[in-house]
């Protein structure tokens, strides 16, 4: 039978479409890294990291403030596992490049369960000296769809970590002054899959004999790399009651070596010209610098309380160009633009100690998402994110303690509209929210 096409486009815009897959790969994993992890410290998630650099006590500070290594007078060693439910579910709907609507479901739950662990260690050398050594996650996020939903060509599967090494030493220059330095090693790597529209693609060379939805074919991109960076701490005790900690985190380059893998129905792979064939890619990102500042009070024997403020420059990830292997990608290489917000965390947290072995705690937050509605994509349907904190500290004896805290994330609407490399439209929003539960011990020797 005869079919009409109402639209025509151009076959080299939409042959583009490995590069806009590798874009949102490699892109996606430092917005990946955009859904950045505090998650490293079940005693200071209790407070919703209120206090995380100032407050005593607390093996995290390796990571959290190296600068208060030097206030621990023994070894610590500190295991943390916190397990991140995060749950997001599409509503909306959405068009191809001729007006049809596109099919399939909402996707179903796109967010996962994972555990993320952290290891702290703080040895003193002198009374002054302190070094310090941690392994944790500080960039992550997973997201993953049903295979047929209505937003396959944008996302399916969406896994992003970044385990980091972290070696720290801290001086007191006196009594009420210490800092701290550390150097960092970060291995990111990544795995992102989508649909590919090849019926969009072929509408023009076939003259209509094939339409949008009508053949899809399937891209996978992976890669990984090793980054260098490195942390700066202040520690100032302005009186005997209070703490104010000051942290600092670079900027950390990778230049990520991807290999991306396609599935094409045989019959039609000879008309994308050398394209949509395996082959290798790099490109050059970074995950990007943050800070803190954290005030820790200590009102007497029972009660104690701080707040916290930490500031991420997402802004410093703005473009993205890709360099292919395979020549037949090299036509359709450009540079891929990204709108990231600089962001701010929030939260204020106290604790009560009810007795010498137990200490409860409490915390508020408010957490600012880097992505904005022009840019937003279903790989991270971010919202800013309000917290709920509680937890409680058991001290079994001078030397081990064990602490537990869970947080509630209720997390803002994350509004779409956004448009695939082969014009699939997708409208609507996404409705999500968070649970954290978190457990450590710690053993001083």
């Known amino acids: 039978m005869q079919r009409t096409v109402h639209r025509r486009w151009p076959s080299p815009a939409l042959a583009a479409l490995p590069l806009a897959l590798a874009a949102a790969f490699l892109a996606r994993d430092a917005g990946a890294a955009g859904f950045q992890l505090q998650e490293n410290d079940a005693m200071g998630m209790g407070r919703a990291y209120a206090g995380a650099g100032a407050a005593p006590g607390d093996c995290a500070v390796v990571e959290n ?22 749950s997001t579910r599409f509503h909306g709907s959405g068009t191809d490049a001729i007006g049809q609507p596109l099919t399939g479901d909402n996707g179903g739950d796109g967010g996962t369960t994972l555990p993320v662990p952290a290891f702290h260690y703080i040895v003193p050398v002198t009374d002054r000296f302190a070094l310090g050594a941690a392994l944790n996650v500080p960039f992550g996020f997973q997201t993953e769809y049903n295979d047929r939903w209505i937003g396959r060509y944008q996302a399916q599967t969406t896994k992003l970590q970044s385990p980091a090494l972290t070696f720290a030493g801290s001086w007191k220059a006196s009594d009420d ?21 090849l019926g969009t693609i072929l509408m023009t060379p076939t003259n209509g004999a094939v339409l949008p939805q009508e053949a899809d074919g399937r891209g996978k991109l992976k890669g990984s790399d090793w980054g260098f960076g490195f942390g700066l701490g202040l520690l ?35 008309l994308f010209g050398g394209a ?20 820790w009070h200590t009102m007497d024997a029972r009660w104690s309380f701080g707040a916290h403020l930490g500031y991420t420059h997402w ?19 450009s540079t891929a633009i990204f709108d990231f917000r600089n962001t701010w965390y929030a939260s204020i947290g106290a604790e009560y ?3 010498d ?26 919202g800013n994110r309000r917290w709920i904190a509680a937890g409680i500290g058991w001290k079994a004896s001078d030397t081990l303690r064990f602490d537990a805290s869970y947080v509630h994330l209720f997390v803002g609407d994350g509004h779409i509209n956004d448009t695939s490399a082969t014009f699939d439209n997708l409208v609507g929003h996404f409705e999500s929210y968070g649970n954290l539960l978190a457990v450590s011990g710690q053993f001083m020797f």
């Open 315 to 333: 802004s410093s990830f703005d473009k993205l160009v890709i360099d292919y292997a395979n020549p037949a990608q090299a036509p359709y290489n």
């Open 357 to 382: 072995a137990w200490t409860l705690r409490g915390g508020l937050a408010y957490d600012q998402t880097p992505t904005v509605n022009a840019h937003r994509d279903p790989r991270i349907p971010d």
């Open 236 to 270: 100032w005790k302005p009186t005997p009651a209070d703490r104010i900690g000051v942290n600092f985190h670079s900027q950390i380059d990778h230049t990520i070596d991807g290999r991306a893998t396609f599935e094409i129905p045989s019959n039609v792979l000879p």
């Open 276 to 295: 949509f064939t395996d082959t290798a890619g790099v490109a050059d990102i970074n995950t990007p610098a943050f800070a803190s500042v954290d005030w």
């Open 177 to 197: 002054v210490s800092i701290g330095a550390s150097v960092i090693a970060q291995r990111t790597s990544a795995t992102l899959q989508q649909a590919i529209n």
């Open 65 to 86: 403030n190296p600068a208060a290594m030097s206030e621990f007078n023994v070894s610590c060693l500190q295991a943390d596992l916190t397990a991140i439910n995060f």
């Open 353 to 355: 100690r009810l007795d």
